[in-house]
């Protein structure tokens, strides 16, 4: 067995001695179709992740301890220039969070403070509560009807397999406190921006406008918002007690963790894909974005473990991106002159199945993006025609008018436990994270070896 392979290499040497190691490369489907029906690195990395870190919450002690298991895990694993490039953040941590109407039904409302929030005094504040349907009835509204109130806003977010209602219908978190704070509110509480009826709020980052003062922010888990929307339509004056005891705690260090497969032609560029190290606090991360973590860095160990790549590629678990994509920045910030970076993607939006592919490849990269689309085809994968913009912590790569491959994973449970409680490894389906793994690898094995050049999108395709 091993005679005809040894033959076989030499015959490849000896043909083309400085395309040896590329001729090494087994082919990209088989690549593939080996990820899909085998992969174990994708779990062991998700699994080790959850249960050995837990929540990582951006500029805490457990981010840190999240890099130093990184650097340990990638080395294990046999990728090059393995190291943190740090960076200082505000920190934000959470404190004790309760709700209850006193009036007129007393009961308890499930609760969580939004990223931000202001702080009530440790024993609460108590005011009535004011209703807005959007927050453009908020805006409308005169502030004597929200100033010293409880304002409380609801969305109608629907599941669907793209996930494009996060946009629009996650304007009461992003906006909301703001708006509310302007207008004299005492503090605000949100629907949840989610699409479960389990009894878990859902947290997520919320920044106040410049001059604007912090006021304690919360959201009500979709349940308890219809349970407040019940109450509220008795038609009587509805007084809420709400404790939020969050902290700013200064300015702390946070990090990007890198890994490298070194390629064997320096003028070919760099690709750079990943992840995020950081996530809410709430839950351990598994979905958002642990698996975003396991499946980019077990499909470039599975391209490393197969020969040297033409192309260096380089992974990178950015930190601190929930609380305002921090470690995204810093690395632009750091790199964007480096003039190396010819192709970027991350993967941040859970472990379901990839079901489409988008790209914003130049038009001298055509083929490339057709023999991307019919090595990703056999894994039910579409070619979509809206243009890639590479996840939050590559976003200003594609901005920039380097080229982006996006990998659109199913959506549709996405939202019943994103930056909940419930976002834990047993949401994760094995096969499904084997088939994003199967989907980077296929990505990975045809851009890195891709004899062409990588051509920049152009600033004006990035932003079509
Ligand atoms: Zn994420
Ligand atoms: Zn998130």
Do not use: C
Not at 359 to 381: H, S, V
Request: charged content about 20%; cysteine-free.
């Amino acid at each position: 067995m091993k005679k005809p392979l040894l033959l076989i290499a030499f015959a490849a040497f000896a043909l083309s001695p400085a395309s040896a190691f590329q001729t090494s490369q087994p082919d990209p489907a088989a690549l593939r179709d080996a990820a899909l029906a085998s992969d174990t690195v994708a779990w062991d990395l998700l699994e080790g992740l959850t249960t050995e870190v837990g929540q990582r919450m951006a500029g805490t002690e457990a981010e840190a301890r999240a890099r130093d298991w990184a650097v340990r895990r990638l080395t294990a694993l046999g990728f090059a220039n393995v190291h943190i490039e740090a960076f200082d953040m505000p920190v934000w941590v959470r404190g004790e969070e309760r709700a209850e109407i006193v009036a007129p039904f007393p009961q308890n409302l499930v609760v969580t403070a939004l990223g931000n929030s202001g702080a009530t005094p440790v024993r609460g504040i108590e005011a009535e509560v004011v209703y807005f349907e959007t927050v453009a009835a908020l805006e409308a509204a005169p502030d004597s009807a929200v100033r010293g109130r409880i304002v409380f806003i609801t969305h109608a977010m629907q599941a669907n397999q793209d996930g494009s209602g996060y946009g629009p219908f996650g304007a009461p978190r992003r906006r909301g406190p703001s708006v509310a704070s302007r207008k004299g509110a005492a503090a605000i509480v949100i629907r949840s921006i989610g699409t479960d009826y389990h009894r878990n709020p859902h947290t997520g980052v919320q920044t106040f406008d410049e001059g604007v003062r912090p006021i304690p922010a919360g959201a009500l888990s979709i349940p308890d918002a219809e349970q407040l929307q019940r109450i509220l339509r008795r038609g009587q004056p509805v007084r809420m007690r709400l404790v939020l005891t969050p902290r700013n705690i200064g300015r702390r260090q946070s990090g990007n963790v890198v890994a490298e497969v070194p390629g064997t032609d320096p003028s070919a560029g760099v690709i750079v894909i990943g992840g995020h190290l950081d996530s809410w606090d709430l839950g351990t991360g598994a979905i958002d974005n642990a698996a975003g973590v396991a499946i980019t860095t077990a499909a470039a160990h599975r391209i490393m473990q197969a020969g040297r790549p033409r192309r260096t590629i380089r992974v990178v678990l950015f930190g601190a991106e929930e609380v305002g994509v921090f470690g995204g920045n810093a690395y632009f910030a750091a790199h964007r002159n480096d003039g190396n970076v010819v192709l970027v993607g991350e993967s941040d939006f859970g472990a379901d199945r990839v079901w489409r592919m988008t790209t914003n490849l130049a038009p001298a990269n055509t083929a490339l993006g057709d023999r991307i689309n019919a090595l990703l085809a056999p894994l039910g994968i579409v070619r979509g025609r809206d243009r890639a913009n590479a996840g939050a912590d590559l976003g200003a790569w594609a901005n920039a008018g380097i080229a982006a491959i996006d990998l659109n994973q199913d959506g549709t449970r996405y939202f019943d436990y994103h930056h909940t409680p419930d976002d834990t490894l047993d949401k994760v389906d094995p096969a499904q994270l084997r088939q994003n793994v199967a989907a980077w690898t296929a990505v990975l094995a045809a851009t890195a070896n891709a004899p062409e050049r990588i051509e920049p999108a152009g600033v004006a395709a990035a932003r079509q």
